[in-house]
C-alpha cells in the first residue's frame, strides 16, 4: 500500500548498524484509516533493518474502529506488533506514557499515527542517535506541510519560548518522531499534557549536550483528522509554567512559591503600615478605604502562596511517584506464545 513516496534519504553507504533492539511506539485517537497504511510504511521501511524491532500501537480510547483495526493488524503481521488499549481517551501523553511502558528495547521511537511522520527516517535516527553516543534525537519539520497561521506561526513562536524557558533549543519541539535511549527516556515519567516538553524533561536526568535534532519528512495528512487546534496554544502555556517551575525548583518548591509568596506579603504589608500610620499620626478614617481590603487580601494571598501551593504540588508528586500511580489504566495484554515478539532479520 504506497500512498507515498518511497524516500531516498538513508544510511550513509557502508554504515553498520551498532547492535540494539528497537521499538517503535504509536499512540493512535481516531486514526482507523491510517492503521493499515501506517503498518504498512513501517515494514517497508524496516523491511532491510539490520536488528531485532517491534512496534507498539496505542489505542487511546478511540470512538471509531482503531482498536479493531490494531487487533486485526497485530494479528495479521505477527508477535512483533503489539496492541495496548487504553479503556477511555487519556489524551496523547499517557498514551505515549503507555507506549513507553509497554516498550522493550534499548532505543525507542515514537511517532504520530496520521501519516505525517515517514517512518523511513527512523534507522537514519537511530544510527545517529548510536554513533554519536546521544541520548536523544529529535525531529525536525523544515519542510512542514500544514497551514502557516494556525499551525506553523504559532509553532514557531512555542518553539522559541520553550527553548528560552527550559534552556533546550531545538527547532521543533512539537515533533513526534523522536527516537530515545531507552534507559533515559524510561527515567522519567510523563503526566499531563507534557509530551510537547520531553526534550526538557530528559534535560532533568542528561546534559542538553546528548540532545539534537534531524531533519525529517512531514507528509500533508491523508486520512482522517487534526486532533489539535488553537486551543492548545493555552494548554501549552499551562504547561510551560509547570515544566519552568519543575526545572528550577523541583529540588525546592518553597523558593518558587515562597517568592512570589513574599513579594504579595510585602505588598501587603506596606499598605497595611501606611495605614496604620494614617489612622495614627493623622487621625483619619481607614475603615472602608479599598486600600485596607487590598493589603488584607495581599497579605492572606502571600500566606497561601507560601503553603498551600507547596503542599499541593508536592502532594501531587508523591501521588504520581512515591505510590507508583499510573496516568492511564489499560485492558490486560494476552500472553504472547509461539515467538519472543521481536522482528528479526532475516538470516
Known sequence: MNLLPIPASGLPDGAVMPEHMLSIVVPMYNEAENVEPLLARI?????HYSQPWEVVLVDDGSTDATANEIRRLAAHYGAHVHAVELVRNYKQTA???????????????TLDGDLQNDPFDIPRMVYRLLTEDLDLVAGWRKDRQEGFWMR???????NRLIGRVTGVRLKDYGCSLKVFRGSV???VRLYGEMHRFIPAWLATVTTPRRIAQEVVTHHARIYGQSKYGISRTFRVVLDLVFMYFF?????RPG???G???????????????????VKLFLGQDIGTRPMLFAGFFLLIAGVQMVTSGVLAEM???VYHEANGASAYVARPRPDEQESDGWRRPAS
Do not use: N
Open 43 to 47: 515494514h517497508q521501511a524496516m523491511e
Open 247 to 251: 526545572m528550577r525548583y523541583r529540588t
Open 315 to 317: 502532594l501531587a508528586r
Open 259 to 277: 517568592g512570589i509568596g513574599i513579594v504579595l506579603g510585602a505588598l501587603g504589608s506596606l499598605v497595611l503600615a501606611y495605614l496604620f500610620c
Open 152 to 158: 506553523r506561526l504559532p509553532s514557531r513562536i512555542a
Open 255 to 257: 523558593h518558587f512559591f
Open 95 to 109: 498514551a505515549m506514557q503507555a507506549g513507553l511502558d509497554a516498550a522493550r528495547g534499548d532505543v525507542i521511537a
Open 185 to 187: 527516556i524510561r527515567s
